[in-house]
């Protein structure tokens, strides 16, 4: 019987042995590109994607934030932060894609070869979208290139969502080792698998009914419950209540809030400013219509006359 220690010792060999078979390392002469696409949480894990999506009608409010902020004011008389309106006004949105290559740096610049996959895009560019692919260049010493699109606000993605695809394509600088990859860094989980030379972009504009809207305006049928002010709701008829009146999407999230310009008792004032630029619209013979060419129309109180196109 062989001893305890030499036992050990050609099991420790072993395990090294076994352990340096598995690491696996990146020594080639040419450079690999993959789409790196991701986020990493408040504990160090990475997460990646191969699609992203993007609204110019949603506002992302920090609800936490805005409640700590409200409870500041009522205790302590500190005034509430304004909102963030900027994609009230936005005429276009940027998005950068990050491009991350395999193997060594290089003391000059590396052009990445990045096409739009027709067969999965359904935007038209200069109208949707502007993008310029030639751009997408590794500078010299570095290892990450950067795909810059720029979302431009169309008239009909109120109507319909667009989608812009991007594949990686091999080149004299490039190779593409991988087609797939696993979407966290996590090596103690399975993971889903991400495309590694595949990257898409939905946008749109879509809205939906704000609570308070559907409570205080669309009325209940139902009950017995006529709508008032602004009427049924719509996406048109919200995005002219918003521009007419300064209001925003973030404005109807926070409802009642100090930091908000929407509350009950300004509907009546509201209403009445909407009636009024409706009503001009179709005395001057140009009378603002919702998506399916009907008239656009507020209630109760507040009913436009369109007798005159009628």
């Known amino acids: 019987m062989r001893p305890l220690h030499v036992l050990l010792f050609s099991f420790l060999l072993s395990a090294a042995a076994c352990t340096e078979e598995e690491v696996i390392t ?3 002469p040419d ?7 991701g986020n990493q949480d408040s504990d160090g894990r990475e997460y990646y994607r191969d699609s992203i999506s993007f609204s110019f009608g949603t506002s992302d409010i920090d609800m936490v934030a805005l409640y700590a902020e409200y409870f500041d ?3 302590f008389g500190i005034p509430m932060k304004p909102l963030d309106h900027s994609m009230q006004t936005a005429t276009d949105h940027v998005i950068r894609i990050p491009v991350a290559t395999l193997g060594k740096t290089r003391d000059y610049p590396r052009p990445v070869k990045v096409v739009i996959d027709d067969a999965r895009t359904n935007a038209t ?3 949707h979208y502007e993008v310029d692919l030639s751009a997408v260049i590794v500078p010299p010493g570095e290892s990450v290139a950067t795909l810059e699109l720029r979302i431009l606000r169309a008239p009909d993605l109120k109507e319909r969502a667009i989608a812009i695809a991007f594949t990686l394509e091999e080149n004299e600088h490039f190779t593409t080792y991988f087609d797939t990859r696993k979407n966290t860094n996590l090596y103690t989980v399975a993971g889903e698998p991400v495309s590694a030379t595949r990257f898409i972009v939905t946008a749109n504009e879509f809205y939906t009914e704000p609570l308070y809207w559907n409570i205080f305006c669309a009325g209940m049928p139902e009950y017995g419950i006529p ?3 602004f ?14 009146l300064g209001w925003s999407d973030a404005d109807w999230l926070t409802f009642g809030f100090p930091i908000s310009k929407i ?9 009445t400013v909407v009636q009024q630029a409706l009503q001009a619209l179709a005395d001057a013979g140009t009378p603002e219509r919702e998506a399916d060419g009907s008239f656009m129309q507020l209630a109760g109180a507040y009913l436009v006359d369109y007798s005159a196109h009628e």
Do not use: E, Q
């Open 26 to 28: 990146f020594d080639r």
């Open 73 to 75: 004011y009522l205790d």
């Open 31 to 37: 450079a690999g590109i993959y789409f790196a696409h």
């Open 231 to 244: 009427g049924t709701w719509s996406p048109h008829k919200y995005a002219f209540v918003n521009a007419t």
């Open 125 to 127: 560019p200069g109208v």
């Open 263 to 271: 509350s009950m008792g300004r509907f009546n004032y509201a209403a």
């Open 227 to 229: 709508p008032d002010y």
